[in-house]
């Protein structure tokens, strides 16, 4: 992130991984009878039963008699029906396992595969479950990374285009106001519509090197920042509405920088896609630490399917340890919520 995404953020996703309880850790060492074992036990009975019955009284006639072909058909009847039980007991961890792998997203850390069945299966479980754990805590520090070169990349290009395209934009409005001055009166329409050109051109490139780098955040803190970003959304159709309960625990700055970046994206997706006319933006202390609300009452989310800016959302989340949840809001429209706990998100 915008900082030390690399210390804190990344120790934050990190913890997020290892405070899931894993199922290695609790049924790992599995001392059932082996797979192979069950299912050779098994045919040796069948085995040891087939010769029972060549060695003992049992007879086979010539044409087969009925009592005969009810020993046989039974005793094969009996052995088929073990045989399935077993082997139904015996794979059915790796038939949960397989549903596990299919429905497994490293965006939604902490489900494992339930570790039971014999050795042999419940040591593959175990080692997918470490795979998994492995997997989370690289995409994590990745993802850390990645995010922290797009905060640098942002804070760059917003510099420049404050420094050089706003300054050099001011530099020609200055120059217009000096030939308004002196141009017959014929021309000074088309001078002040040039005037007026460059001064929107200036206020969109400070509006986009806002929305680039956060400064009011930096300067004014989460609740101010959050106000503006209100306040910037609000128009054009859309009415957003800024709640904050109570007193606010203390965050670290790239725990504030997730917020205001979860913020920012949720009511872009409302503005853009959800058809809403109103947006609510609260941010208030819960039992265990602190959650953002994104509520608006559009659309809804549909069957679609989470795209980029959703995918970003909960990248972003995973770097301070928080959930991040997207459902129905009560009414009409979707609530976005992202809970960080004080564990942490507290300094």
Known sequence: MGVSTDGRGRRGSERLVTAVPRDSDRTGDSRGVSLYWRIFSLNAAGLVVAAALLLGPVTVSTPVLPAEALVVVGGLAALLVVNAVVLRVGLAPLKRLGQAMAIVDLLRPGTRAEVAGPSETAAL???????????????????????????????????ELHDEVGQTLTAVLLQLKRVADRVPGELRDDVTQAQD???????????????????????????????????????????????????????????????????????????????????????????????????????????????????????????VGAALTLGPAPGPGTDVRLRIPLTTGGR
């Open 125 to 159: 479980i175990t080692t997918y479950n470490t795979m998994l754990d492995r997997l989370e805590t690289e995409r994590a520090t990745s993802a850390a990374r990645a995010l922290l070169a797009q905060e640098r990349e942002r804070h760059r290009i917003a510099r």
């Open 197 to 319: 050109a460059t001064r929107a051109g200036l206020d969109e490139i400070r509006r986009i090197a806002r929305r680039l780098r956060p400064g009011v955040l930096e300067e004014l803190g989460l609740a101010s920042a959050l106000r503006s970003l209100a306040g910037e959304f609000s128009g054009h159709g859309l009415t957003v509405r800024y709640d904050v309960h109570g007193e606010l625990p203390a965050l670290p700055a790239e725990t504030e920088l997730v917020v205001y970046r979860v913020a920012q994206e949720g009511l872009t997706n409302t503005a853009r896609h959800s058809g809403a006319d109103r947006a609510e933006l609260r941010f208030a202390p819960t039992a265990d630490g602190v959650e953002l609300l994104i509520r608006d009452n559009g659309k809804g989310l549909g069957s679609a399917p989470e795209g980029t800016g959703i995918s970003g959302m909960r990248e972003r989340a995973l770097l």
